[in-house]
């Protein structure tokens, strides 16, 4: 039987130094549509840049039907959120795309929220989500320069094995 990604896990302090912000990982809802477009819009140019290997407005509706309406097996997508009910706001997301026995990963993180550890959070809950679901690796395709994202994929845990081409590294996660 599949593994859809559709637990909560507990809220928990990002780190025991930090403040009492609580971030919670979730598995993306359809009505998380209006919350994803704030989230995008609050995205540094750099950072939009960094995740899709361009300079982006706007999510086009295709994106948000694909990213909201994921079957959680074949397509997985985690948010990370702060607040609750009325105020919760995405600060993070994670997804994998499955094609055969792999998968493409991607992950995007609001500035004020990086280098505290959610993209790893949502890289280990993507990766069990995977391994449930019989994936055994996961690709991913990283700018040179986006050495924070490079750091948690070789700080995974994961064996990895790497090519780099024309400022890009790819990278492939080995899930088994």
Do not use: W
């Not at 909560?8 to 912000?21: I, T, Y």
């Not at 959610?118 to 690709?139: K, M, P, V, Y």
């Amino acid at each position: 039987m599949p593994h859809r990604a559709d637990h909560q896990q507990p809220a928990l302090p990002l780190r025991p130094d930090e403040p009492v912000e609580q971030v919670s990982i979730r598995a993306v809802r359809p009505d998380d549509r209006e919350r994803i477009v704030k989230a995008f819009r609050g995205l540094d140019r750099s950072s939009v840049y960094l995740r899709f290997f361009s300079y982006k407005k706007e999510l086009e509706d295709e994106e948000l039907r694909r990213v909201t309406e994921c079957d959680g097996v074949s397509e997985a997508v985690l948010v990370a959120t702060v607040g609750t009910g009325e105020q919760e706001i995405i600060v993070a997301l994670g997804e994998y795309l499955r094609s055969g026995a792999a998968a493409e990963i991607a992950f995007a993180v609001e500035e004020d929220f990086q280098g505290r550890g959610i993209a790893s959070r949502l890289l280990r809950q993507l990766a069990a989500i995977a391994r449930a679901n019989g994936i055994t690796q996961f690709e991913a395709d990283v700018l040179a320069e986006n050495t924070p994202m490079l750091a948690v994929l070789r700080n995974s845990g994961l064996r990895m094995r790497t090519s780099h081409g024309q400022g890009v590294v790819h990278a492939t996660l080995f899930l088994t």
